[in-house]
Structures are given as C-alpha cells and as structure tokens.
C-alpha cells in the first residue's frame, strides 16, 4: 500500500516537473533568457572589478560575497551540531 | 546615505560575529551574558531602523561593492523592520528566559555551544527577512535549518534524536524543492533578485505560465514544510514536544515565521500579487489552511502531553496564518501578518510557561495540573493571558486578530470560511479552558494545594511577564500596529 | 514535447530527482534515506549547471587572450552551485550523525523498527 | 593503525597533499580550485595522518580545543575582513580598500587571497571534525 502510494506520488511529481520543463528553454542555448546581461557583465568586467582571472572565483568571493559567507557558516552551524550529537569526550569535563 | 542604512548588515554581524566567538569562551555565565547582549544591541539598532524607514521610506543596501543584480542587496521596507524588531524583542525575551531553565534540560558542556545556534539561528532568520535575493534567502534558510534541528537535539534524549532526524530530513527536502523553483524562474529570468526578477517576469509570464505555476507551487510546497502547512507539518508536534521549552518557544514563535515571510515576500514582490491572483496556487493555500485550523485544533484536544498539545495548536495556528494568505485579498495579507505578530508573542510565551510548569511540577501530563493555579498562581496568570488571547477573548491579542480574519473573509466574498473561523475557535477554547479550571476551581482539585508553594522568584517570570503584558497591551490598542502592518503590505 | 528531448541533460536530472524522491519514500532504512535525500540534491545541482551551458564555449576562466563576452558560459549557476554543494554536505553530515546516535539510543536504523520501539 | 608500511608512506605522502591543498587555496582566484576544494585537500590530509599513526600519538596531535579554536578564528577572521568590506561598500563610505594588483598573480584581486584561506582553513578543520568524531566520538 505504502509503496503503491509512494510511487503514485513520485510519477505524479515527476510529471509535474517534466510538464514544467517541456516549456523551459532550449538546452545550450545561447539566447535563453539565463544569458543576459548579468552573465555578461560577470565575464566582461570581472577582471577589472576583482582581479580575478577565475571568474567564478570572481563571483562567489566579490559580487557574492555574501552567500559564501553565509555558506561558511552553513558548515559551521553543522560542525557546531554534529560537536554537540557526537562528542563524548566533552562528557567527563 | 544615512547612518542608519549600514543597520540591518550590523545586526547580522553583530550576532554572527558574536555567535562565532561562544564556543571558545568557557565561562558559562559570560557566554549566557555575551548572548543576550548581542541582542539586546541588535534590538536596539532594529529599532533605528524602523525609525529611518519611517522617515525616509524603503531603502535597498548593497552588501558589498556591486550593485544589484549583480550584487546582493537588502532590502527594508515597513515589514521587514517590523519583523525585524519582534524578532530581536521575542529572541532577546526567550534568552533571558532561557538563562534559568536551560541548565534543567541541557549538559553543561552543551550550553555555550547551544547559545551558538540560537545566535546563528536568529541571525539566519533575520537574513531571510532582510534579503532581496532568492538564492542568499535559500543560503539562510538552509544555516536556519541546521540550526533549528541542532537547538532540537542539544538536549540528549531518545526521542529528541529522532524529532531532529526528522525534521532535518523533511526540511532538507523542503529546501531542495525551493531551490528547485528558484532553477526554473532562473532558467526564464535570468536573474536571483527578486525585484529584477519581477521586472523580467512581466514580460514573460505568458510564454512560459506553466513553469511560472509550478515554480510558485514548488516554493509554497518547499516553505509549506518548513512552516508547517497541515499536510506536510508532521515533524512539528515532535520536533516541539520533546525540545527544551526555549527552543520550543523559539521554533514555535520565530523559525516558521520567517518562512512565512519570505512566502509573503515571494508573493508580493517577486511574482507580483496579479500574476499570483491569477493562478491556482493561492486557492490550495486556502483550503489546506482551513483544513490546517480544524485538524490542529482536535489533534490538540486528544493531545495528553502539555507541550504536545500547545504544539498541535501551533499547526492550527499556522493554518490561520495560511487561510489568511490563502483569501488572496488584501486584508487577509494583513491579518496573516497580524496574526504572525499575535502568534509569536503568545506562543513563545505559552512554550516558556509550561517549561516552567513542567519543571516545576515534574510532570507532563494534563490530567496532573489541578490546583496548579494555587500553586504557582502568577505563571498561571500568564499562561491564562496566553490561553485566552489564543481562544480569541476580546482584550486579549487574539482576539484582534481574529476579527481581522473575520473582516478580510467578509471582503473577499467566502463567507462560508467564517464558519471554519468560528468552529476553530470553539476548538481552541475546549482544550484550553479545562486546564484553567482546573488550576483553579473545583473543590477536591484544590484542596491540600499550597498557596504560591511552587511558584518561581518573580525575576524568574519577568520575560514571561513582560509578554503577558504585550500580549495584553496590543490586545487592547491594537490600531497603530495594524495601521504599520497596511501601510508594509502596501509598500511590498 | 520535443522539448523534453533537447533538453536531455535536464529531463535526465528530473527523473534522477524522482529516484531520490522514491528512494526517500520507500526505504525504512534511515542511511538509505539520506542517500536518496543526496541523489535529490544532486540531481537539482545537475538541473541547476545545466541551465547555464551553452554549447561549444569555455569554462569561465581567463586563460591567455580574453575571448569576448561569447567565448565563456553562463558563471552564474555554477558559482550558485559551489554554495549549494557545501550545503548539502554538511547537510548530509549532520543526518548521518544524528542517524550513528539513533543506533545508539535505540540499537537500530530501520524506522519502523524505531517507530515500534520508541512507544508512541 | 600499527601497520608500519601504511605509517612510512603516509610520512611520505602527507606533505604533498598538503602542498598540493596549500596550492588549490593559494591559486584559488587564477585556476579551478579555490577554499573550498583546497580545504577538503588539507582535510583529508589530517585524516590520512590520523587513519596511518598510532591512535595515541594521533589524538594528541591536534587538540579538541586548537580545532575549535582554529575554525572560530578563522570565521571571526572572514567575517571581520568581509564585514569591513560589505561596510565600506554598502554604505559607500569609501574606506581604504586593498589594491587589486596585476591579475594573473598570487598577490592580486584584492582580498581574494586571505579569504580563501580563511575560507580553507575552516573547511579543513570541519572535516576533520566530522571524521574524528564519526570514528571515535571525540575530536
């Protein structure tokens, strides 16, 4: 029963998403709407803006900045949790 | 610029920077301290800020050197400082509460890494509130989800573990499903803020009106889990239960608040209330909100546990929350909004008040309350103020926000749903009154019982007082808050 | 729905989502579970990158003689997905040791075992 | 693990992969690479120091205490340079920023290089957190 459900729910979601994607743009593309002037201005200046020549580097360091921040403190967050589940040694204190 | 602009990113630094430094420092005390402080300061600097946007209106923030799109902006209008300050003012409350509870319910060496996640959790729902870019919100709602689960399971029992575990996974899933949605709008946008977002989506919302349904219904699904909307909302009785009362308080009253903004942000400023109006989505939010109110509420009936109970009302609470949103009028965004304001003040105080109780009377049980309001007659004060303004008893906050719900149903023409709102409330006040009376009337209930003999200091109770007072006071004037919260909706 | 056709890389990472999705529904084993919550992730990065490949041009790296702004892909997505990748690890990281003190506490990691044995 | 051979390799081979990590962070911002993958280099490092020596010598190497204190440090580090830079920029206060230099160098694009060590140096320590406490239950 669980199962019959399960892969119901799964073809149906799976439908769903494949509806949606039908009407995505092309794959490879160059004029899909993702290829606008905000990637070009990434390639275009990021020398200039950051000094970077790896221009991901470029992003997720400089414009980004922010979200790696924020992604730092993903993995801190999670080593904080799995210190606190895990750790035995700090029982004994 | 102003001074007061470069706020909103000092509070996130504040309390990151300061959540950074807990781990290494020993001394429990100053930890306990440093915490509170942290937030009182950010508290105070919340309130700046809602004083610029009321003087000079909206204002984006550029995080770094580069403009949006390119860069990553904040943005601050009426309801992000609102929110910013109810979430400063409840998480600075639940802390100072915490400080005499939390050694009960936590190993000692846990408790400086557990300030960590409260710091780094509230600072992660204030991201989400502040920030105008879709992917920087899925980066804190991911940090906010870690440390959600990581303040369930600081304290280490068995069934704390497997709350987590759950919770963890299903808002794994739940995150995945937004990030999923933000692929599909950026595959036709080209774009991660939300209001270049927006600018791109009128022009091409009738080419692709398939992928743009499924992407919104992707993100109310995504942060439907999250914030507990009824179908996918099982994690929460669990996670809420069996987490130390302060967590439950925080989890309760802020983390699936913040969710629920970031949904209202969604729908106003990144798709734009008419394209949202004209699809399906918001009709669904309805109807499982009203199904969400019903379903909470006689779950909480047959509920034996206390804090089991306040946590089923949380999912009728929740529902409310959706309903609102789900009439998909103007009114009713207000009143959700209202609503969220009403439910944090009168949750987090309920969940500290039974960790009181609790540890007060060492047990969990309903049954065993009686006479518990001669025992410790000013924590029951709070939790009647508490109970009553969540039944809806004029004076109280509830009560105001019930009769928003009712006036935005009239405007939207679905009468019918008044009966849900009325059945709900019937419901709220069947399991919260028996425990009033039992605390207090009924005469073999309260013979032998000690006047005040458990009762705790009364700078014990002050945060729950001070909320009680909140609770009380916007129950009473409730107008100017209203006024704010029209006047943020309308400036979305 | 030719579409669905040229756009294979996506349709692909779309039906390795519904794996995922499957793997997490079916399985009482909690370790296959986080994996089928990995599998999900990783097909939603896959979905992610592909939105910003465009057919026959370079990594977004500066090599040499800058080649115009149609010498490279689209840099967005991958750089979203660096962020997305550490996401999921420590994601991953944490299940797994919450799932090492579920065996701990209840000497299993079949859910429905744990469900029999937790009591309620 | 007592296996003397796995020991004497593992002495051999630990440097490079150390060197090999090092030069991922500290060629982040000109080639694929960067904190995060030269980080996850560095870790494994640890680990394979920790799998290859004597259980006793190898807890002792690091304390729990130096790795909790490495990875708030370098996060307190991250988020004061980058905080004094989303300052200066948001609120265009115009404050002194680092000069980018010539690209293609190590010592160019500004702060690009202590963040991504700061960024490497946090990565390593988490996973070696989450392996030592995944094996023993203690850092």
């Known amino acids: 029963m669980k199962k019959i459900l399960s892969v119901t729910l799964t073809i149906v979601f799976i439908g769903i998403l494949l509806f949606a994607l039908s009407e995505c743009p092309e794959f490879g593309n160059i004029s899909n709407p993702a290829n606008n002037y905000v990637s070009h201005r990434y390639i275009d200046q990021c020398v200039k803006d950051t000094g970077a020549i790896n221009i991901i580097t470029g992003i997720i360091l400089d414009y980004r900045a922010f979200d790696t921040f924020g992604e730092s403190i993903v993995l801190f967050a999670a080593a904080i949790s799995v210190i606190v589940v895990l750790n035995k040694s700090r029982e004994q204190v | 610029m102003a001074v007061e602009a470069n706020f909103p990113l000092l509070i996130l630094l504040i309390l990151l920077i300061s ?119 899925f980066v804190f709602i991911e940090i906010s989800s870690i440390a959600a689960s990581g303040i369930v399971v600081v304290k280490d029992n068995k069934e704390n573990i497997k709350a987590a575990l759950k919770y963890l996974i299903l808002s794994s899933l739940g995150s995945g499903l937004v990030l999923m949605g933000i692929a599909f709008l950026y595959s036709v946008t080209g774009n991660l803020n939300m209001d270049y977002i927006h600018q791109e989506l009128v022009n091409v919302k009738d080419l692709y009106h398939n992928t743009l349904i499924i992407s919104l219904g992707l993100f109310t699904v995504g942060l439907g889990v999250k914030s507990a909307m009824f179908p996918v909302h099982i994690w929460l009785p669990d996670a809420h239960t069996y987490a130390p009362s302060s967590s439950s308080a925080m989890l309760s009253a802020l983390v699936l608040k913040a969710y629920i903004i970031l949904f209202i942000k969604i729908v106003f400023r990144l798709y734009g209330i008419d394209i949202v109006n004209s699809m399906p989505v918001l009709d669904i939010v309805l109807v499982t909100g009203a199904a969400g109110m019903i379903y909470g509420s006689i779950m909480a009936i047959l509920q034996k546990d206390l804090k089991r109970m306040i946590a089923y009302s949380s999912v009728a609470q929740i529902g409310y929350i959706f309903f609102g949103m789900g009439l998909g009028n103007f009114l009713g965004f207000v009143a959700a909004v209202f609503h969220i304001i009403s439910h944090a003040l009168t949750k987090s105080a309920l969940f500290l008040i039974a960790g009181n109780i609790i540890h007060q009377t060492h047990s969990k049980e309903i049954g065993s309350l009686k006479g518990i309001g001669i025992e410790m007659p000013v924590t029951m004060g709070v939790f009647i103020a508490g109970a009553l303004s969540m039944v809806g008893i004029p004076l109280f906050i509830g009560f105001n926000s019930k009769w928003n719900f009712a006036l935005a149903i009239i405007d939207s023409n679905k009468i019918l749903f008044i009966a849900v709102l009325v059945a709900s409330s019937v419901l709220n006040a069947v399991y919260y009154l028996p425990i009033i009376i039992n605390g207090f009337f009924g005469e073999e209930n309260i013979k032998d019982k000690v006047f005040r003999s458990k009762e705790k200091p009364v700078q014990v109770l002050l945060p729950e007082l001070i909320l009680a007072f909140a609770i009380v006071y916007f129950g009473i004037s409730s107008k100017g808050i209203i006024d704010l919260i029209t006047k943020s909706i309308a400036g979305l | 729905m030719e579409r669905l056709i040229t756009n294979y890389y996506e349709t692909a990472s779309i039906i390795l989502f ?5 793997t997490l529904l079916i399985h009482n084993n909690l370790i296959k579970k986080i994996i089928g919550m990995n599998i999900m992730d990783t097909s939603i990065f896959l979905f992610f990158i592909a939105k910003g490949y465009i057919s026959g041009k370079e990594a977004p790296i500066i090599k040499g003689a800058y080649k115009g702004v149609e010498g490279y892909i689209n840099p967005v997505p991958t750089a979203l997905m660096l962020t997305g990748i550490v996401v999921a690890v420590s994601v991953t990281a944490f299940a797994l040791a919450l799932t090492i003190k579920v065996y701990d506490k209840y000497g299993t990691i079949e859910l429905n075992e744990i469900l029999e044995k937790g009591g309620d | 693990m007592k296996d003397e051979i796995l020991r004497e390799i593992g002495k051999f081979i630990i440097p490079f992969i150390q060197m090999f990590g090092i030069y991922v962070i500290f060629n982040g911002h000109l080639s694929p690479g960067g904190g995060f993958s030269g980080g996850t280099v560095l870790g494994v490092s640890l680990i394979l120091h920790r799998l290859t020596e004597e259980p006793h010598r190898a807890s002792t190497g690091i304390s729990e205490k130096a790795v909790i204190g490495f990875m708030c440090f370098s996060l307190m580090l991250y988020g004061i340079l980058k905080g004094y830079s989303f300052i200066s920029g948001g609120g265009e206060l115009g404050l002194l920023e680092i000069p980018l230099g010539t690209p293609g160098r190590i010592l160019s694009g500004g702060m690009l290089l202590p963040l991504n060590i700061a960024v490497g140096v946090i990565v390593c320590f988490t996973i070696y957190t989450f392996y030592t406490l995944f094996d023993k239950g203690e850092i």
């Open chain 2, 19 to 137: 959540a950074f430094m807990m781990p290494v420092i020993k001394n429990i005390r100053t930890v306990k301290l440093f915490s509170l402080s942290a937030m009182l300061l950010s508290l105070v600097l919340s309130v700046f800020t809602f004083k610029h946007v009321s003087r000079a209106g909206t204002f984006v923030y550029k995080v770094g050197h580069f403009a949006a799109p390119w860069g990553i902006e904040l943005k601050i209008g009426y309801l992000e400082s609102i929110m910013s300050i109810m979430f400063t003012f409840i998480a600075a409350l639940i802390i100072w509460a915490s400080f005499y509870s939390i050694e009960h319910e936590v190993k000692e060496k846990n408790i400086g890494l557990y300030y960590t996640l409260c710091g780094l959790l509230i600072a992660s729902l204030l991201g989400i509130v502040y920030s105008n870019d879709i992917f920087n919100c």
């Open chain 3, 18 to 22: 519904g794996i995922g999705f499957m």
